[in-house]
């Protein structure tokens, strides 16, 4: 779920730029049918305007466009709802964390001071009382850069280890490094998702970072569980 009104990417990310979804009645209710690729089902506002149009809306349309994309779409049955949260700390992610129990939020910073700056403030905003979203964790994005024809060489040119130094600093699981290569860029333009390639270094670390959050997922759960029944004995 592609929760970036204003700057949507899954259409040209997934490759379905131009299609349109279904819609299907429900319960005497009309749904729209989000599509499919790569076994993911997809719903963004960029599969609804045309790309070329900007979406120059005022905070509580966004809001309405969010809550549509919860109770109006036939998500049917999921392993995991990933929804992909625009930058900032505004409506739109208010709005999603009033709408719904989310199970946790991934933090997704670069190396450098001037990122870590931001995603210190997504912390906090995750962190609020009235909130109180759990953390799954912090994952760093373009860690290093490692040439194509020296795939043991990484170099770091936005810095070194500054997204494990703040999920230090916040007591965060690190969840994983996220190299720069030339064909993730290139997979995302193409509508071909890296780990449909043959790049086994990017997809290794792909896989690593969701695995850890699959597992935290798991054993939050888990926990969960055990203090319902718990409860339930005493």
Known sequence: MD?????????IMFGVRGERPMMVEIAN??????????????????????????????????SS??????????WDEL????IDMPP?????????????PVTGAVIVTTPQDVALADAKK????????????????????????????????KYYIFGK?????????YDLPFLGEIPLVQGIREGGDKGKPIMMSDDEVSKTAFAD????????????NANMAAERVAEVVS
């Open 3 to 11: 929760a970036d009104i204003y700057g949507p990417s899954v259409p």
């Open 29 to 62: 209710k009309g749904m729209i049918v989000p599509l499919e690729k790569y076994g993911i089902k997809l719903m963004s506002i960029g599969l609804l305007v045309d790309e070329k149009n900007a979406v120059v809306w005022r905070g509580p349309m966004a």
């Open 65 to 74: 466009a969010i809550r549509q994309f919860v109770t109006d779409v036939y």
């Open 79 to 82: 392993d995991y709802l990933v």
């Open 88 to 100: 900032g700390t505004g409506d739109i992610h208010l709005t999603l964390m009033q709408l719904v």
């Open 122 to 153: 997504g912390i906090a905003m995750f962190s609020q009382a009235q909130l109180n979203v759990p953390i799954i964790g912090l994952v760093e994005n373009m860690s290093y850069f490692t040439p194509a024809e020296l795939p043991n060489n």
């Open 161 to 169: 280890e500054g997204g494990r130094r703040l999920a230090d600093e």
């Open 209 to 220: 970072f969701a695995a850890h959050v699959a597992r935290s997922i798991s054993m939050r």
